[in-house]
């Protein structure tokens, strides 16, 4: 059975960081893609960041890039976000998300087949 456990959400003042957890089981974090979203009240989920599941090569969403970083840590079986100089706008449930490993890069949620259960991130101005 596969688990997605986040961990690493709270409340911070903008321009603060946080390290959002990821912890994997019953799946290898090497053998899937994996990813985080977020989603804000009233809004679609939408893709923040992912890492490929040969050679760990990374790709960020645009309101995010420079800011915020993924990585995994292969002995842990985890997989971190790092937000740095967090904005009232990264407000949201952030979920990290599993994709069996494919050719093709998506980052639309609809492509990933193992979700976790989020966490709170809340920022405040």
């Known amino acids: 059975q596969v688990q997605l456990v986040e961990s690493g959400g709270g409340s911070v003042q903008a321009g603060g960081s946080l390290r959002l957890s990821c912890a994997a089981s019953?799946?290898?974090?090497?053998?899937?893609?994996m990813a985080w979203f977020r989603q804000a009240p009233g809004k679609e989920r939408e893709f923040v960041a992912r890492?490929?599941?040969?050679?760990?090569?990374?790709y960020h969403a645009d309101a995010v890039k420079g800011r915020f970083a993924i990585s995994r840590d292969n002995a842990k079986n985890t997989v971190y976000l790092q937000m740095n100089s967090l904005k009232p706008e990264d407000t949201a449930v952030y979920y990290c998300?599993?994709?069996?490993?494919?050719?093709?890069?998506?980052?639309?949620?609809?492509?990933?087949?193992?979700w976790g259960q989020g966490t709170q991130v809340t920022v405040s101005s």
């Open positions: 998300a599993a994709r069996r490993p494919t050719i093709i890069i998506s980052t639309a949620a609809g492509d990933y087949d193992y």
């Open positions: 890492i490929y599941w040969i050679g760990g090569s990374t």
């Open positions: 019953g799946l290898s974090t090497t053998n899937y893609h």
